[in-house]
């Protein structure tokens, strides 16, 4: 079965870091790029960051371009999202998103994790 | 901050059809193809149709998508309870400030 699984969310204090992780199985992780997204509390959907198969390519959205760093281990399957200088509206569940193509670009997003939540909060 | 236009909501009887509208513009839905996402509450989205108008294995063919131009329009027919959840169109936006961008999402009720 082809799964995702989100870990490391929580609480941290505006200013702060935090990385969440996403363990990956069911599937070659390593020929297809891996993205996240994240969901505001009762709010919509909202592109965070896309890397492709090999880690050589990376995209941000301009709302956290220059805080965020996505990167991914091929070898354990693993993907990890880097968050600094929080901020409260990056409070949101960020899901880990399978894309179905090597590239970011022009991806199709086929299977999703079940989210892991970052409150922002002092 | 979503770039595609949703209705908040649409509605009807169980066995009956709704369409949920999805408006974009030419740097993003009228030269990119769209998927559709549903969403039950507390749970992450799933992929219902894409590049259009294509449906994922295990996808009921109840479950349509059309577009034409710089809108989309997601399609369910014979209404059932389980259909209710919320459904977001999305897109890749060629513009420079965006990348992917998603619908401000639909509430689906069944009567």
């Known amino acids: 079965e082809v799964q995702l699984v989100e870990s490391g969310g929580g609480l941290v204090q505006p200013g702060g870091s935090l990385r969440v992780s996403c363990s990956a199985s069911?599937?070659?992780?390593?020929?297809?790029?891996i993205h996240w997204v994240r969901q505001a509390p009762g709010k919509g959907l909202e592109y965070v960051s896309g890397?492709?198969?090999?880690?050589?390519?990376?995209y941000y959205a301009d709302s956290v371009k220059g805080r965020f760093t996505i990167s991914r281990d091929n070898s354990k399957n693993m993907l990890y999202l880097h968050m600094t200088s929080l901020r409260a509206e990056d409070t949101a569940v960020y899901y880990c998103?399978?894309?179905?193509?090597?590239?970011?670009?022009?991806?199709?997003?086929?299977?999703w994790g079940q989210g892991t939540m970052v409150t922002v909060s002092s | 901050q979503s770039v595609l236009t949703q209705p908040p909501s649409v509605s009807a009887a169980p066995g009956q059809k709704v369409t949920i509208s999805c408006s974009g513009s030419?740097?993003?839905?009228?030269?990119?193809?769209v998927s559709w996402y549903q969403q039950f509450p507390g749970t992450a989205p799933k992929l219902l149709i894409y590049?259009?108008?294509k449906r994922p294995s295990g996808i009921p063919d109840r479950f349509s998508g059309s577009k034409s131009g710089t809108s989309a329009t997601l399609g369910i027919t014979g209404l059932q309870t389980g259909d209710e959840a919320d459904y977001y169109c999305?897109?890749?936006?060629?513009?420079?400030?965006?990348?992917?961008?998603f619908g401000t999402g639909t509430k689906v009720t069944v009567l």
């Open positions: 030419s740097s993003n839905i009228g030269n990119n193809y």
């Open positions: 999305g897109t890749w936006d060629r513009s420079l400030s965006a990348l992917y961008v």
């Open positions: 998103v399978k894309g179905v193509q090597s590239h970011v670009g022009f991806d199709v997003f086929d299977i």
């Open positions: 069911g599937f070659t992780f390593s020929i297809y790029a």
């Open positions: 590049d259009n108008n």
């Open positions: 890397i492709s198969s090999n880690g050589g390519s990376t």
